[in-house]
């Protein structure tokens, strides 16, 4: 876990009269600490091994000892010659 001075991190746990809990988690920092990335234009290999990245960790928290993850870049659909523009 990375700890940030400007990041104030709290979770929390809320009871339900009928037995049941729902855990939530807040996470407060300065506006200007939070930037938006357009991932579609950044490289696809880039894209792929970050998600690849995330569901090995997803695998790691729900107990699998040694995950194997693999991605692959889709291919775009075949589309109608037609509508090449030639």
């Known amino acids: 876990m990375i700890k940030d ?3 104030d991190k709290t979770r929390r746990r809320v009871q339900h009269q009928d ?3 729902s855990d939530y988690l807040t996470v ?3 506006p200007q600490a939070l930037q938006f990335q357009d991932i579609d234009s950044s490289d696809p290999q880039v ?3 970050d998600i690849a990245q995330l569901r090995y960790l997803k695998a790691l928290a729900r107990g699998e000892r040694h995950p ?3 991605t692959y870049l889709s291919l775009l659909p075949d589309r ?3 509508s090449s523009g030639r």
């Open 5 to 7: 001075p400007g990041i």
């Open 19 to 21: 037995g049941t809990f």
């Open 28 to 30: 407060r920092f300065a």
């Open 47 to 49: 894209k792929r091994k």
């Open 68 to 70: 194997i993850i693999i």
């Open 80 to 82: 109608p010659a037609a």
